[in-house]
């Protein structure tokens, strides 16, 4: 029982993840001057040398990153293993320490394409964690499609997946001229984040029934 209630309140932290990356990069974009949310990058808050940059970096990027692996742990030990939530896991996993390290190798002022330090091709590695956190949704949405129970949640796990998709790509594309890059990729994360929220809430709410059967 004490095990199971431990868990319950680390599904908390799959909420505690989004919100405080959302309020860092609201805050720091509103302490940063001509900072613009529609053509830059969210990166562009914790630049190299930018004005509240540890803002975005210690709480954004390094603490809501910590917030996500304390929910994956927590899916790892409500849900039964198998092969299609441990590639999940792995996943989201992914995501998270990518996002971490993103905090940690900042990118160069405005994140420019071309003539980059070392450390923002080390930050741009880290970016790993956006295409791996679709792939993290598109595997859970997966493994609860199988399931009865859970089989609507599956639905919108990869509709919310798909979505992602069309949102990254457009980001990618939008790079080149900087229109619109960051509403793609506020919308992207958005989108993914809400995803979270939403399973971390069902877990929350139903953790004595939420075991599904595989």
């Given at each position: 029982?004490r095990?199971s ?13 989004p919100?405080?990356f ?38 954004g ?28 896991h ?15 190798f ?10 980059r ?19 993290g949704?598109?595997?859970w ?30 980001m ?9 890059t ?21 877990l ?11």
């Open positions: 029982m095990s209630v431990s868990v319950r309140r680390l599904f908390l932290s799959g909420v505690a993840g919100l405080a959302c309020v860092a990069t609201i805050v720091s974009g509103a302490l940063r001057s001509n900072y613009n949310h529609v053509n830059q990058f969210i990166s562009e808050l914790g630049e190299t040398g930018g004005e509240f940059a540890w803002l975005m970096n210690y709480f990027f390094m603490l809501s990153a910590l917030f996500v692996l304390l929910f994956v742990y927590a899916l790892r030990k409500h849900f039964p293993r198998t092969r299609m939530n441990t590639v999940g792995l996943f989201l996993v992914i995501f998270a320490v990518g996002v971490f390290f993103a905090g940690i900042s990118c160069d002022v405005g994140c420019p394409v071309t003539g330090s070392l450390q923002q091709e080390l930050h741009d590695v880290a970016s790993v964690a956006l295409p791996a956190f679709t792939l949704a598109f595997a949405g997966a493994y609860f499609f199988q399931a009865p129970r859970w089989r609507r949640f599956g639905v919108y796990s990869l509709l919310s997946a798909s979505l992602s998709v069309v949102l990254l790509l457009a990618v594309q939008s790079e080149a001229t900087r229109s619109g960051g509403v793609y990729q506020r919308l992207f994360l958005g989108v993914l984040f809400a995803w979270m929220i939403a399973l971390a809430i069902r929350w709410r139903r953790v004595d029934i939420a075991h599904v059967p595989v």
